[in-house]
């Protein structure tokens, strides 16, 4: 069933509206909302009315109502069926058997085999589908100038080329990772590459406009357009200053060390909790004193059991899921930030809390391969990169900043965000905007 809800939005009517496509929108939290809770917040002054369509209630793994303040005066249709989380959460709710730890882990397994074997390209083809629609009624009651689609997941861009074929409105495609190189995105098959091949093939031809968040992912998604189409556009994730004011200020006793966001095992959490060991063998003093804080939702694997393997039960603490600005307040009170990206993820995944490390003026330990994070942290001079399979240089790492922090030298880096313009959410949406209007002249 079609269930709604909708916000006050502006009614000037000098003003562009856009019909914004995005599953992932608060009050889900994670990550994966932050880039387009920010271009939906400031569009507004640069000209564009904003109107989300995204999905109802659903099982996910973090609810942050929170971030709906941000956004309260901006219309909001939400559309709730035909989609397995949706199912789940019904079930949830009427067994709780969805509560028990180990029934989450195999569940999040059996989501992963399906998205990967059953539906293409991702398991929101069924809501994309049957959400059409809703999305052509509110094409005519709202008359958008353009449509603009975000993905993940990316069977959100079928549905914006459904609307363009069937409205001639413009469409703007916005992929916030790479379609085919993704951590649980590999195709099992050779059929099932020739499909999402095909189908991004059709949304390159198709698409009046894509951006993307790194260079690397522009050049792949290239190599699918037409000749005559104009180049992908860039706009990186970023931060929110307005996010970093007002944080509550400690100052920790014990040499702290932070990880923020979904941790999957592909990001090889063991070679780190190896480096760390590492370490305190070569600064026998550190065990007094360290503590490391794993923040954000932890994917596929039991990472209590590899915590207790490793024997850091007093040093590594697993906080979970917390709500967006009190997890910004936990990295400015760290003394080191965990980065870890999988060290066979493509040279163009930049994850977003890597600009939210950069603004909190705390120095990164950075376990990536050679890619575009690691090219920021060292055109930024913010941290220290290191290979992820390394666990020397990481247990080096770690020694010599708890050395310096023992010495009163590891201090905060004043002024943080000086030289980080082009990473401000707001200047970003500027960005978008003049897209925008350039897409519907």
């Known amino acids: 069933m079609d269930k709604r809800q909708i916000s006050r939005g502006c009614e000037e009517e000098n003003v562009k509206r856009v019909l914004i496509i995005a599953y992932y929108f608060p009050p889900l939290g994670m990550g994966g909302v932050q ?19 995204t999905t109802g209630n659903i099982l996910y793994h973090a609810y942050d109502e929170s971030l709906v303040r941000e956004i309260e005066d901006v219309r909001v249709i939400r559309f709730e069926g035909g989609d397995p989380l949706h199912l789940m959460q019904i079930i949830k709710q009427k067994t709780g058997i969805m509560e028990n730890k180990r029934l989450n882990l195999l569940r999040d397994r059996v989501n992963r085999w399906a998205a990967k074997w059953i539906f293409v390209p ?29 993905s993940p997941p990316h069977s959100s861009h079928l549905l914006g080329l459904f609307l363009k074929k069937e409205t001639r ?81 400690e100052s920790p006793e014990c040499f702290t060390i932070t990880y923020s966001g979904t941790l999957y095992a592909n990001r090889k959490p063991d070679v780190f909790f190896h480096a760390v060991s590492l370490s305190l063998k070569q600064c026998p003093i550190l065990r007094k004193y360290l503590r490391i804080q794993l923040l954000g939702k932890i994917m596929d694997m039991d990472i209590e059991r ?68 690691a090219e920021i942290l060292r055109k930024t001079k913010r941290g220290f990169v290191v290979h992820p399979m390394d666990t020397q240089a990481q247990a080096d790492v770690i020694c010599r900043c708890f050395q310096s922090w023992r010495a009163h030298r590891l201090k905060p880096i004043a002024n943080p ?18 897209l925008m209007n350039r897409v519907v002249q």
């Open 417 to 434: 965000m000086s030289g980080l313009e082009n990473f401000n959410r707001r200047t970003q949406t500027a960005q978008l905007a003049g």
């Open 169 to 249: 409105i413009p469409w703007m495609a916005d992929f916030r990772d790479n379609w085919l190189a993704e951590k649980y995105e590999k195709a099992p098959t050779a059929l099932h590459q020739a499909v999402r091949l095909s189908m991004l093939k059709r949304v390159m031809d198709q698409a009046d406009s894509v951006v993307t968040v790194s260079a690397p992912i522009a050049r792949s998604l290239e190599n699918f357009q037409a000749g005559s189409k104009p180049e992908v556009a860039i706009i990186p994730n970023g931060f929110n200053p307005a996010d970093f004011q007002n944080l509550r200020n």
């Open 35 to 53: 880039r387009t809770l920010k271009f939906v917040r400031y569009l507004p002054e640069n000209g564009w009315d904003p109107i989300v369509l």
């Open 122 to 150: 991702d398991s929101k083809i069924i809501w994309t589908r049957r959400v059409r629609q809703t999305a052509l009624n509110l094409c005519e009651r709202f008359d958008p100038h353009l449509i603009f689609s975000t």
């Open 306 to 373: 590899k915590i207790q393997r490793a024997g850091l039960e007093n040093q590594i603490s697993v906080m979970g899921y917390r709500p967006y600005r009190e997890t910004m307040a936990y990295l400015k009170n760290s003394h080191l930030l965990l980065l870890m990206i999988s060290p066979e993820s493509s040279e163009g995944i930049v994850t977003g809390k890597l600009f939210e490390y950069l603004a909190s003026g705390i120095r990164i330990l950075a376990a990536v391969p050679e890619g575009e994070a």
